[in-house]
């Protein structure tokens, strides 16, 4: 029975002396592991959704190598509810290699203008979690987990329609200048037009529409006046000087509308 | 008389003996622990705490070992063993619970699955109790077979 039990107390400690060993080499590798996270790029999509290109630099300099590494970002509004998700797998970074993954996460516009109108005129915020995981050093499977606030600017941000000026066109027309303004505090340029409808209150009909094309780069202003043309017999310069008008937007990324503006 | 004589020195080398390999014992895991510590400086800030626990491990440990060895050829060999195995399941259980331990760090939180480790260290816990019931049942049987009480 000596032998055994011998054997067996030699084979204990070697197999603890190998798990210290590989328990502190592996503790001693996360000082050679550095992750850093690059400038988001904001592009568009062939079928018009912005995309966040997120570079992630990671450099393995550790004794171990790095798998299934599976980055994964949500992004939600401030109500929590989903708005996009995707994730990046990569199978295998070997140590002593720098990595850059592209994560790239696609965020439909029309979808985020759905759940509330506050992302087209109001600079707001976006949650987005960011969830990395890996298998280090092939024992130890490890996560990172973070919550990231992303500013979120408003394509049309303080957009205003001013009160409307009338002047005679012509005996039986009567001219109508809207000052419209807004301000592209988006990531992409807009391109597009912008339709303001006329609003008969008392009638409940459409007296006039007039359309304009927008073409504004990002961090710009825009500040146009808007022509309509109202046919005299329909309105009365005295009694119509309150009602509303309907605008609706449509740009290569998302179609919005009716914005409904009361004037007077 | 004479055997008296010749017991006496044969206890004192005996116990001499069981010092100095409990020392070298002892020495041969401080220094372990003395190397490993440094590796493991990375730990100490994502994980407060972990440099004290480790430190209360390793002198409990090292006490059992001193304890086992000074008791060699007695029955409380195989208790202090027994109790080194068993501390060290019992202080992975508590320390480590259900295998997850979650830090934050800056403004993320790192979550890391100790569980295969877990396992193999209580692995390696539960064959270091085999052995100390073995050596047990083996001091019993010699005993058994020379007449002599426990």
């Known amino acids: 029975m000596n032998v055994p039990i011998r054997m067996l107390g030699i084979a204990t400690s070697i197999f603890w002396i190998i798990l210290i060993g590989f328990f502190a080499s592996a503790a001693y590798s996360i000082k050679d592991l550095n992750f850093d996270f690059g400038e988001p790029q904001f592009t568009t999509t062939p079928i018009n959704d912005l995309m966040f290109s997120i570079p992630v630099y ?11 590494l599976n980055l994964t970002t949500v992004f939600s509004d401030a109500e929590g509810a989903e708005l996009s998700s995707s994730s990046t797998f990569v199978p295998v970074i070997p140590h002593g290699q720098n990595t850059t993954i592209v994560h790239n996460v696609t965020l439909s516009i029309n979808d985020i203008t759905e759940k509330g109108q506050q992302y087209l ?44 000026t009338f002047t005679s066109a012509d005996l039986s027309h009567v001219g109508v200048s809207v000052p419209l303004s807004f301000e592209n505090h988006a990531a992409f340029d807009l391109a597009g037009n912008i339709t303001v409808e006329f609003f ?50 449509s740009t290569s990324m998302f179609e919005y509308g009716p914005l409904v503006i009361p004037y007077g | 008389m004479d055997n008296a004589k010749i017991a ?24 372990l622990y003395f190397f ?12 407060p705490g972990i440099m004290e626990t480790i430190q209360v491990f390793v002198t409990v440990y090292i006490m059992l070992m001193i304890l086992g060895d000074l008791t060699e050829r007695t029955i409380f060999h195989c208790f202090f063993n027994a109790a080194r195995a068993l501390f060290i399941v019992a202080y992975m259980v508590f320390s480590v619970g259900d295998g997850l331990i979650s830090v934050p760090v800056d ?25 100390a019931i073995m050596e047990a049942v083996r001091f019993m049987s010699e005993r058994a077979e020379g007449g002599l009480k426990p």
């Open chain 1, 58 to 68: 990671i450099d393995n300099q550790g004794y171990y190598s790095l798998k299934a």
């Open chain 1, 121 to 164: 005129f109001n600079d707001s915020s976006l949650n987005c979690m960011v969830v990395a995981g890996l298998n280090f050093a092939e024992l130890l499977p490890t996560q990172l987990s973070m919550n990231v606030t992303y500013p979120w600017g408003a394509p049309f941000y303080g957009f205003s329609l001013g009160q409307p």
């Open chain 1, 200 to 249: 008969d209150d008392d009638a409940g009909s459409v007296l006039t529409e007039s359309q304009i094309e927008l073409n504004v780069p990002k961090q710009t202003r825009y500040a146009e006046t808007l022509e309509l043309v109202i046919p005299l017999n329909a309105v009365s310069l005295s009694t119509k000087q309150s009602g509303h008008f309907n605008v609706y937007f």
């Open chain 2, 8 to 31: 006496r020195p044969n206890k004192v080398k005996d116990i001499a003996f069981r010092i100095a390999k409990a020392t070298l014992k002892a020495t041969f895991v401080y220094l």
């Open chain 2, 36 to 47: 490993a510590v440094p590796l493991l400086t990375p730990l100490f800030g994502l994980i």
């Open chain 2, 107 to 131: 403004n993320f939180t790192l979550t890391v699955n100790l569980s295969i480790l877990y396992t193999i260290t209580a692995l390696l816990g539960l064959l270091g109790l085999a052995k």
